[in-house]
């Protein structure tokens, strides 16, 4: 039976490429063949679901580079190179770089054939395991990124998708918005998940101190060095290092970085000796990198940031503050040993019309003050937005009104009606005008199991 392997065929020889891609197609392969690099490039994606095969001289960007672009997207896309006499030692090197295999010029057919084919089952396996592992990933996020908003399901599918792959990462987002959490999703729900998670905050690091706790040090490196310490970077090994506040990591620390991301090795301090280190680099920042030139290198920019994920604040998700206010007071109170006192409807429609700075962080210690009676007549601090119109607030009410009814309902329209006192037609039109969809407030065995999750040792929602 034919097979349905996607073959992505490189070579700046006709005569060759014509004569590989007859080969290929005869045996049963689709094959898309192009005269350069760059052209076969635009063709390459972390999902693509074939081999990719190249020769290692052209004109242009030649095999090795299309190589190390191809691990950038994805390492475990198999990639195939097409050697001539004499270049065995780069040949070598490029199986170091992670190239699935090579042949060397000339080949039987045969031979090609046989490597090309069980790169392409390789591949399917590893799509296949993806998918599996993605269909796995979903329900755990949602006990971990809790949001019924636009925002927080982009944000879960995002994570998802970064997830299942082992690319460097670069995560934005204001103080407090979650991205010490979404790191650690990355991590836990990845292929890395059972080796170390190492969190280093780079802002709280001293410079005078900050080449021995990233890199380490040897047995009388400096006074007072009485024996050997791996670093943090060493302790990742496996795992994931997560670099928080990266753009205060001094510009001497980030040149030394560069190299270890560059050649996969390290020294420590005081030591000649070169420690091979395998990791996954993920980095967060609340500026822009790219603008940071200043204080920030931006070749370590490109090297970090093969992938960007945003954190929305608060303020751009406040379908989700009634749903995480009544998570973490919930939280509180078992932790204090308190009742949960229900929100009135004024406190729902002040928790709304906050702008919440401090985003999740803020809503989860004003969750916390409301539990322990510290709220007194306001649960919001000062600031809340007052310039809108009547008519504006009566919708900002009715609005907050049926979310808060919605989420105690579970979703369910009659308890809702019944609460309320309105009709089914009145209801509608109401939900529709602010844009409430029932189906985001019905409750899943997900979240009906979010606090057991915590409680078994699972991580906490978004903070």
Not at 204 to 215: L, N, Q, V
Not at 378 to 385: D, E, N, R, V
């Amino acid at each position: 039976m034919p097979d349905h392997n996607r073959v992505l065929l490189v070579d700046d020889e006709s005569a060759m490429r014509q004569a590989i891609g007859q080969w290929l197609d005869i045996a049963g392969l689709e094959v898309d063949a192009h005269a350069s690099a760059a052209s076969a490039i635009d063709r390459l994606n972390a999902d693509f679901d074939g081999v990719l095969v190249t020769d290692l001289k052209m004109e242009g960007l030649d095999g090795m580079a299309l190589l190390r672009h191809t691990q950038e997207l994805d390492p475990d896309l198999p990639v195939v190179m097409i050697t001539g006499h004499g270049d065995i030692q780069i040949a070598v090197e490029a199986m170091r770089l992670g190239a699935y295999d090579f042949v060397e010029k000339p080949f039987e057919p045969e031979r090609l054939l046989d490597i090309v084919r069980r790169a392409g089952e390789k591949r399917r396996l590893v799509l296949e395991n993806r998918k599996l592992r993605q269909a796995v990933i979903a329900p755990t996020l949602a006990s971990r990124i809790i949001g019924v908003s636009r925002a927080a399901d982009a944000l879960r599918a995002q994570v998802t998708e970064l997830a299942a792959t082992d690319v460097s990462v670069v995560i934005y987002g204001e103080t407090g918005a979650g991205k010490d959490l979404i790191a650690r999703c990355l991590h836990d729900l990845g292929s890395r998940a059972k080796c170390n998670y190492v969190a280093v905050n780079c802002a709280a690091i001293p410079e005078t101190m900050a080449e021995s706790e990233f890199f380490g040090h040897d047995a009388g490196a400096f006074t007072g060095a009485t024996k050997a310490r791996p670093g943090r970077i060493e302790h990742a090994h496996g795992g994931t290092l997560f670099l928080d506040e990266i753009d205060s990591m001094p510009i001497a620390t980030q040149g030394k970085l560069l190299r270890v991301l560059q050649e996969r090795q390290l020294e420590r301090l005081g030591s000649n000796r070169s420690i091979s280190v395998d990791f996954r680099p993920v980095a967060a920042s609340k500026i822009d990198l790219r603008a940071a030139q200043s204080r920030f290198r931006p070749d370590l920019y490109f090297r970090l940031c093969v992938a960007e994920l945003h954190v929305p604040p608060l303020r751009e998700r406040r379908d989700d503050i009634l749903l995480l206010f009544d998570y973490f007071a919930a939280a509180a109170a078992k932790a204090y040993q308190r009742d949960v006192r229900p929100l009135t409807v004024a406190q729902s429609d002040k928790l709304m019309r906050h702008d919440w700075p401090g985003n999740i962080r803020e809503l989860r210690n004003a969750a916390e003050r409301h539990v322990l009676g510290l709220d007194r007549a306001t649960l919001a601090p000062a600031g809340a937005a007052q310039s809108q119109t009547l008519a504006e607030q009566v919708d900002e009410f009715e609005k907050a009104t049926i979310e808060q009814s919605l989420i105690e309902a579970g979703g369910r329209i009659n308890v809702v009606m019944e609460k309320l006192g309105v009709p089914r037609r009145t209801l509608a039109d109401k939900m529709a005008r602010f844009g409430l969809d029932r189906r985001r407030y019905a409750e899943t065995d997900e979240q009906k199991s979010a606090s057991d999750f915590e409680a078994a040792g699972g991580k906490p929602p978004i903070r």
